[in-house]
C-alpha cells in the first residue's frame, strides 16, 4: 500500500485537471439554456448528460497521467520536465477551449505530443492519453460541424455592389 504522501499526490494530479472543468461548468451553464439548446447540431452530437462524465474520466486519466509521469521521469527537474510542460500547456488550451468554443482550435496536436512525451516516460502514462486524444479529436470535428451549420451563408455581392456610393444613386 502506498503511503499517504503518496496518495495526497495522486489526489492533487486528478483534482487539479477537474478545477478547470469545475470552472467552465459553472461559466457556461446559462449559456445551454439560453443559447447552445437553440443551435443546429450535426446528427452525431451526443446528449448533454454525457459531456460531465466523459470530462470527468479524461480529466481524471490524464491528471493520473502526469503524476506517473512526474514520479517515474524525476519530477519537474528531470526527464519528466518537457512532458509535464507540455501537460501544463494542452491543459491550459482545454480550459480556454469551453469559454471561446467557436474559435478554431486544432488542439489535438499538442495533446498527441503530450501523449507522444508521457510515453516516453511511462507506457501507461502514454496510454492514458489515447481516449482524451480521441474525444477531443472528436470535439474538434462537432464544433467544425456546429460551426458550420449555424453561420449564416456568405453574400454574394458582387464587388462593384460593395464599392459602389450608396448616395450616387
Not at 447552445?36 to 474520466?57: D, E, G, I, M, S
Not at 486519466?61 to 506517473?68: D, E, N
Request: charged share 10%.
Amino acid at each position: 500500500m502506498q503511503n499517504k504522501g503518496e496518495i495526497a499526490k495522486i489526489v492533487g494530479a486528478v483534482v487539479l485537471p477537474q478545477l478547470g472543468g469545475f470552472v467552465n461548468g459553472k461559466l457556461t451553464r446559462t449559456q445551454i439554456t439560453e443559447w447552445y439548446n437553440h443551435l443546429n447540431f450535426p446528427w452525431f452530437k451526443p446528449p448533454n448528460w454525457l459531456f460531465a462524465p466523459v470530462w470527468t474520466a479524461l480529466y481524471s486519466g490524464m491528471g493520473y497521467a502526469s503524476y506517473l509521469v512526474w514520479k517515474t521521469g524525476g519530477g519537474f527537474g528531470g526527464a519528466a520536465q518537457l512532458p509535464l510542460a507540455l501537460y501544463g500547456t494542452q491543459l491550459a488550451l482545454n480550459w480556454a477551449w469551453t469559454p471561446i468554443f467557436f474559435g478554431y482550435h486544432q488542439l489535438k496536436w499538442v495533446i498527441a505530443a503530450t501523449g507522444v512525451a508521457f510515453y516516453r516516460i511511462n507506457k501507461l502514462a502514454g496510454y492514458l492519453f489515447i481516449p482524451y486524444f480521441a474525444w477531443c479529436a472528436f470535439a474538434s470535428l462537432l464544433n467544425y460541424n456546429i460551426y458550420k451549420l449555424n453561420t449564416p451563408p456568405a453574400s454574394t455581392a458582387t464587388i462593384e455592389e460593395v464599392t459602389e456610393n450608396p448616395k450616387s444613386k
